[in-house]
């Protein structure tokens, strides 16, 4: 039911009140650089602001040569472990890595055989909700967006838990681990009840299965039939692993140690990171390759006429084509240039899902945008560094061949991200001393006050 409040003369008397903020929100672009003011915490070559140190994963895109910082192909380390060689371990002995991956981020290093098995009973175990929560929190106030549905649902949480405000480390921890094994359950139950509420499909709310992981047991809650592929199964859970984590400067996991140096609760945390992810500059990026790539398809005659590529990616750029935002999605990084290794990763392993699903011709449309992107770019814009596709690129075209809703492509990334939230979260509660309260300039002019017959 919509607001009865917003009457036609509201909606007009708040349009007026719109442009009134507008007219004194614009701030000029010319007083940034007067003051050196590092606009996203970035500087005019798009290096981060130092602003905290950490020990749970680093992100190298350059190396020093003679004293000069030159681009390389960019490498992520967790823990120490750089990304490719704890795919490469895990996949090796056919094993799923997505919970492994969660106990070297919280924890600082791998796990043994007997570790990694009684942690992956825990998650199981923790793989639950409180008793009605799905019938009156998630199926009796449904919502069109799966990452507010999530952030409501977390923060309903709160009201479940006897010890909520407790930030001693073992409470702390003990949350975490709870949310990590609830994410998917809270996910895929809020879009089944939104398909079945807004799309008429059927209502499925099927229990996880205690002998499978957190990549399983998301496929199997949410397909009707239940059923999956070895194949399906390994790359979702490679999609979990290669989300998990990206340093504590990203939007979300930086929003993570700022909220948390609050000395706020943990579930309070979550749900900001949950809306810093949801924004399209950050998590939502991969539905924008998706939707630019069907736009693609649809204005294409010959898929593998690199000169009808050209032309189309020229036309994105000109914002003569898809959204007119002039972007090419999928392609650049705010820290990585020569590659994104999650998407050199990622890419081995979409071929082949790509064989089983009977897409290899959109996969090479995939590979020629990769190809091309990068020149096309380079001759278009001023870019102080080299581009390349990010994880973003293939993450999405992954995903439609898993067959997974739009719906729940952010809420995926979360699943794997709260793991980085999680050991971020720790890591500012263990090393506290001041709030995160970066400093504001004041530009504007004082006025004197009026008394209100006089205005």
């Known amino acids: 039911m919509a607001n009865q409040s917003f009457t036609p003369e509201n909606e007009a008397y ?3 009140l719109s442009q009134l903020a507008a007219s004194r929100g614009m701030i000029d672009p010319e007083l940034y650089r ?47 472990v750089e990304v490719r060689r704890l795919v490469d371990g895990f996949v090796k002995d056919g094993r799923f890595g997505f919970e492994e991956t969660v106990y070297l981020l919280l924890f600082g290093a791998l796990p043994t055989k007997e570790q990694l098995e009684r942690f992956v009973t825990l998650l199981s175990e923790l793989r639950t909700l409180p008793p009605s929560f799905v019938r009156d ?56 009840a939104y398909a079945h509420y807004h799309s008429d499909k059927t209502l499925l709310i099927r229990p996880p299965e205690p002998s499978l992981g957190t990549a399983e047991n998301i496929l199997l809650t949410l397909r009707p039939s239940g059923q999956y592929t070895p194949l399906e199964a390994r790359l979702l859970d490679l999609a979990l692993v290669l989300h998990a ?45 998706v939707q630019m790539f069907e736009d693609m398809k649809n204005t294409l005659t010959d898929w593998k006429d690199e ?38 990763v990622f890419k081995g392993f979409v071929e082949s899902l790509a064989r089983e699903k009977g897409r290899t011709e959109e996969y090479e449309l995939y590979a020629a945008v990769e190809r091309l992107a990068p020149r096309i770019i380079g001759e278009k814009r001023r870019i102080y560094k080299g581009v390349s596709a990010n994880v973003d690129f293939y993450s999405g075209f992954v995903y439609s061949m898993l067959d997974l809703p739009a719906e729940l492509y952010t809420p995926i990334f979360a ?30 002019e004082e006025q004197p006050y009026k008394p209100l017959e006089e205005r």
């Open 34 to 80: 007067r003051y050196d003011v590092k606009r996203g915490l970035r500087d005019l070559n798009g290096k981060g602001v130092l602003a905290g140190l950490t020990e749970i994963s680093e992100i190298r895109s350059s190396k020093n040569v003679n004293g000069e910082s030159v681009p390389c192909e960019g490498e992520l380390f967790y823990r120490g």
């Open 415 to 444: 699943i794997g991200r709260i793991a980085g939230w999680s050991a971020h979260r720790m890591e500012e509660l263990m090393n506290a001393g001041k709030i995160i309260r970066p400093s504001y300039m004041a530009v504007l």
């Open 307 to 344: 000169g009808q590529i050209t032309a189309y990616l020229e036309a994105l750029l000109e914002k003569r084509a898809f959204d007119g935002a002039g972007l090419i999605y999928g392609m650049g990084h705010a820290v990585y240039s020569l590659s994104d290794p999650r998407a050199e």
């Open 245 to 289: 984590e990206h340093g504590g400067g990203n939007n979300s996991s930086f929003t993570t140690h700022v909220v948390s140096s609050s000395g706020t609760d943990t579930y309070s945390v979550m749900a900001a990171a949950l809306g810093s992810l949801k924004g399209p500059r950050h998590g939502g990026a991969n539905i924008k390759v």
């Open 137 to 192: 929190i998630i199926l009796k106030a449904t919502s069109r967006d799966m990452m507010n549905m999530l952030a409501r649902s977390v923060l309903t949480l709160y009201t479940y838990d006897e010890q909520a405000d407790s930030i001693a480390l073992p409470n702390v921890l003990r949350q975490c681990l709870e949310l990590i094994s609830r994410f998917p359950l809270l996910a895929v139950y809020g879009y089944r």
């Open 14 to 16: 708040i349009a007026q």
